[in-house]
């Protein structure tokens, strides 16, 4: 006789809903465990052996990535969270220093996972009531960081690449499909990408014999130029975090009756810090200007920004679809969020980024910025004394490119792949002037002289193999 059937076994909880703190609370005491021994068994930056051997790790100890009967929250949670921690680059470790990566403020990060808790979408008001209107308070106090204008506003975006593929959009829609966009050769390749995506001409590059757009190229190619035209400046290049010159850049564009956009996704920020704001003046002369809060703003991936002097700026952008933003829902006043992306289901990242404003104020934001900034000039103070380094020019912001005397580049490449498979340092690579160099983009404000003491005795010991 067959026996009857048990009871089902329950349903998973929701992280969301009256019930979903108490859910929550001993699932994240396991994941702060597997964050704290993941990091002890990765013991560095990053996990040593490489590729294949990270790879190997991953397959052993994930085995059936889909078993035909589930482990248990605990133990999925417990191993997936380790074996990432321990295979991951983690940019909170000073000497994970080779892109603009920055680690994330734990203030951010935990209000990061109220969003993913609560799980808005802001697609339509009726499934993120106060996520878009904090959204709504902190795209236009920060655009009024910047615009001086009495409707100043921005876009949350995913980073500054989908913010500068907006700016072109934006530019094409109003000046048509045959806009000529002229940018320095040290623009962002997101530039040039985003106009072949946009079915724009191709872009055109203008020479930076120092590293940044010399006004004097540009002026010739404004004077060149037939039709409408944008300028893409950059404030803080990616590879040496360079600063073009942005009013000389302005005046040329008001004069030849060009459009200026500002890729300040590294550098805009600068302009919280009464010490480094001198050095971007002229943002404000933008059409518009693209931020990253995952930079110098210590926010969890993503929180880009693209901001305009006037919200009447974003029109193009607008979008209709019955089922999210109805005429006559609109007409009664419900705010119609499908104009503010290209994309459609889009998390609330502007909450963990009010958060931190909320947190640390223009003051404690001030303080990082300086603090990051200081610790590469001490870096590039130590490196240009040393006599087995080269400085390639005291930093902008927080980039120091440098290289071992008395080394080729293939050499230098090969010393910057030991480090990088041997899990001891994670540093990045830049050309200028010809030459290879590596690259320390410091963006950890918890970095500490000794640390970058630790770098130094490191890469001694890597040149004398």
Same mark, same amino acid.
């Given at each position: ?37 993941g ?10 052996g ?36 321990a ?47 904090i959204e ?11 615009y ?14 989908? !913010?500068?593929?907006?700016? &072109? /959009?934006?530019?094409?829609? %109003? +000046?048509? @499909?045959?806009?000529t966009? *002229?940018?320095? $050769? ?77 890729? !300040?996704?590294?550098?805009? &920020? /600068?302009?919280?810090?009464? %010490? +480094?704001? @001198?050095?971007?003046?002229? *943002?404000?002369? $933008? ?5 990253d ?42 705010p ?40 590469? +000039? ?88």
């Amino acid at each position: 006789m067959t026996a009857p059937p048990g009871p089902p076994p329950p349903l998973p909880p929701l992280a969301g809903g009256h019930a979903g703190a108490t859910a929550l609370r001993p699932l994240l005491n396991t994941v702060l465990d597997a964050l704290h021994t993941g990091a002890r068994d990765r013991g560095g930056p990053l996990p040593a052996g490489g590729p294949d051997t990270v790879t190997a790790r991953v397959t052993a100890a994930l085995g059936d990535v889909l078993p035909d009967h589930g482990t248990g929250d605990h133990e999925a949670l417990r191993t997936l969270v380790h074996t990432l921690t321990a295979g991951a680059a983690d940019p909170a470790d000073p000497l994970c220093a080779a892109h603009l990566h920055g680690p994330p403020l734990a203030v951010a990060a935990a209000a990061d996972l109220a969003a993913a808790a609560l799980n808005p979408s802001l697609d339509s008001w009726d499934q993120a009531p106060a996520a878009s209107a904090i959204e709504t308070l902190l795209t236009r106090t920060l655009a009024a960081e910047f615009y001086d204008t009495p409707t100043p506003d921005a876009l949350v975006t995913t980073g500054g690449t989908e !913010a500068n593929q907006l700016a &072109l /959009l934006l530019a094409r829609e %109003r +000046h048509g @499909p045959g806009l000529t966009v *002229l940018h320095g $050769a040290n623009a962002h390749h997101s530039v040039p990408r985003a106009a072949w995506l946009l079915g724009l001409p191709p872009t055109t590059s203008l020479p930076t014999p120092a590293g940044i757009l010399d006004p004097t190229h540009l002026a010739e190619a404004l004077a060149a130029a037939r039709g409408p035209v944008l300028v893409t400046a950059t404030a803080g290049t990616t590879d040496a975090g360079l600063i073009d010159p942005l009013e000389p850049i302005a005046d040329l564009c008001d004069h030849h009756g060009a459009d200026l956009h500002i890729d !300040a996704a590294y550098g805009g &920020l /600068l302009a919280l810090s009464p %010490r +480094h704001s @001198p050095r971007v003046q002229g *943002l404000a002369r $933008a059409r518009s200007l693209t931020l990253d809060l995952h930079k110098l703003g210590w926010q969890p991936v993503a929180a880009g920004l693209l901001a305009v002097p006037d919200t009447a700026l974003l029109a193009p952008l607008a979008h209709q679809a019955d089922y999210l933003n109805a005429t006559d829902d609109t007409e009664a006043g419900l705010p119609d969020l499908l104009g503010r992306s290209l994309r459609t289901t889009r998390r609330p990242d502007a909450l963990k980024i009010a958060t931190t404003l909320r947190s640390l104020g223009r003051d404690g934001l001030a303080r990082l910025i300086d603090r990051t900034c200081e610790l590469a +000039h001490h870096l590039a103070r130590l490196l240009d004394a040393h006599p087995r380094f080269e400085l390639h020019a005291p930093p902008t912001i927080s980039t120091v490119l440098f290289r071992p005397t008395h080394t080729d580049d293939t050499h230098l490449a090969a010393l910057r792949r030991t480090l990088l498979l041997g899990g001891h340092a994670v540093l990045g690579r830049a050309t200028a002037d010809g030459r290879l160099w590596l690259k320390a983009t410091l963006l950890n404000p918890h970095t500490t002289a000794r640390d970058l003491d630790t770098l130094i005795t490191l890469l001694e010991g890597s040149t004398n193999r």
